[in-house]
Antibody, heavy 114, light 109 residues
C-alpha cells in the first residue's frame, strides 16, 4: 500500500491550491479516503473524507465551503481543492484510509503566508 | 462527533520505567477502529496499534494496548531512549469524521 501526496507549497492568503494523493497497492475504488492535517506544533485534525464511489463527501467545519474533495477511481487518485486559504490552514496534509488498520502517506506541506 | 481525551498531557519518566497512557472517548468506540501513534519532531505519525490492541508490523512487544467502549490505554513496559515522543490516539470508525486525541508527551525525567 502506498499513498503519495503532492501539490503542497507556499501560497498567499486568499489563494488556492490543489493537493493530489496517488494510491497504489490496493483496490482504490473500494475504500473511502480522507485527508488529515497537522499545523506546526499542533495535533492531528481530520479535514475531509469521501466515500468509495465519490458520491458522498464530508468536511470539518473549519474548511467547509472552502475545500472540495473529489476522486478519480480510474486514476486511483483523490484531490483536495483548497480555496480562500488562510494562515491557519498552514499544515502538513496527509492522505489516509483504513482497511482494517489506518494507512497514511508521508504528507505534503502547505504554507499560507504573504 | 466522538471526542477523544488523552491523559496525562505530559508524562515525565526515566528510561526503563513503565508508561501508561489513557484515551477516553465521549461515546463508545468500536474496538476495531481505535489506533495509537507515536510521533517525533519533523516526522509523520508512526502507527503503533490498531484495532485497540493489535501491534502494527515491526512494533516492539514492549508496546501493548487494551480497552473497549470509552476507555483505552497504551502501555510501554520499559521505556527505551527512542520511545520519548508524543503519542496520539485515533478513532477511525466507518462514519466520518475521524477524530484524534490531543496527544500525550512522554518526556525524559
Amino acid at each position: 500500500v502506498q499513498l503519495l501526496e503532492s501539490g503542497g507549497g507556499l501560497v498567499q492568503p486568499g489563494g488556492s491550491l490543489r493537493l493530489s494523493c496517488a494510491a497504489s497497492g490496493f483496490t482504490f475504488s473500494t475504500y473511502a479516503m480522507n485527508w488529515v492535517r497537522q499545523a506546526p506544533g499542533k495535533g492531528l485534525e481530520w479535514v475531509s473524507g469521501i466515500s468509495n464511489s465519490g458520491g458522498d463527501t464530508y468536511y470539518a467545519d473549519s474548511v467547509k465551503g472552502r475545500f472540495t474533495l473529489s476522486r478519480d477511481n480510474s486514476k486511483n487518485t483523490v484531490y483536495l481543492q483548497m480555496n480562500s486559504l488562510r494562515a491557519e490552514d498552514t499544515a502538513v496534509y496527509y492522505c489516509a484510509f483504513s482497511r482494517g488498520r489506518p494507512y497514511w502517506g508521508q504528507g505534503t506541506l502547505v504554507t499560507v503566508s504573504s | 462527533e466522538i471526542v477523544l481525551t488523552q491523559s496525562p498531557g505530559t508524562l515525565s519518566l526515566s528510561p526503563g520505567e513503565r508508561a501508561t497512557l489513557s484515551c477516553r472517548a465521549s461515546q463508545s468506540v468500536s474496538s476495531s477502529y481505535l489506533a495509537w501513534y507515536q510521533q517525533k519532531p519533523g516526522q509523520a505519525p508512526r502507527l503503533l496499534i490498531y484495532g485497540a490492541s493489535s501491534r502494527a508490523t515491526g512494533i516492539p512487544d514492549r508496546f501493548s494496548a487494551s480497552g473497549s467502549g470509552t476507555d483505552f490505554s497504551l502501555t510501554i513496559s520499559r521505556l527505551e531512549p527512542e520511545d520519548f515522543a508524543v503519542y496520539f490516539c485515533h478513532q477511525y470508525g466507518s462514519s466520518p469524521p475521524w477524530t484524534f486525541g490531543q496527544g500525550t508527551k512522554v518526556e525524559i525525567k
